[in-house]
């Protein structure tokens, strides 16, 4: 399997932005996706995560109320849509597979100014 994450770019802080994650490869059907983000200087840290089959999410609490993840199992695509956004969300935010997310993507950079 492999992930392809793109949208990421840079934004002001209050905008919106899409990413985008694309799987490819074999047969693909994942326990859940997710997202992640690791800023300079810091470790990587979950984001949101969705429920291949039945598309349940959770959320960090420092994105949740402004942060949205979803899927289109048509498209082997999941999305994370970010809205209200801030300065502190600048990162590389990497998509991710599996029950113990053993499938990663290549990241993409978003940065937000203040």
């Known amino acids: 399997v492999q992930l392809q994450a793109s949208g990421g770019g840079l934004v002001q802080a209050g905008g919106s932005l899409r990413l985008s994650c694309a799987a490819s490869?074999?047969?693909?059907?994942?326990?859940?996706m997710g997202w992640f983000r690791q800023a300079p200087g810091k470790e990587r840290e979950f984001v949101a995560q969705?429920?291949?089959?039945?598309?349940?999410?959770s959320y960090a609490d420092s994105v949740k109320g402004r942060f949205t993840v979803s899927r289109d199992k048509a498209k082997n695509t999941v999305y994370l849509q970010m809205n209200n956004t801030k300065p502190e969300d600048t990162a590389v935010y990497y998509c991710?597979?599996?029950?113990?997310?053993?499938?990663w993507g290549q990241g993409t950079q978003v940065t937000v100014s203040s």
């Open positions: 991710a597979a599996g029950i113990s997310w053993t499938s």
């Open positions: 490869g074999r047969t693909f059907n994942p326990y859940r």
């Open positions: 969705i429920y291949w089959s039945g598309g349940g999410a």
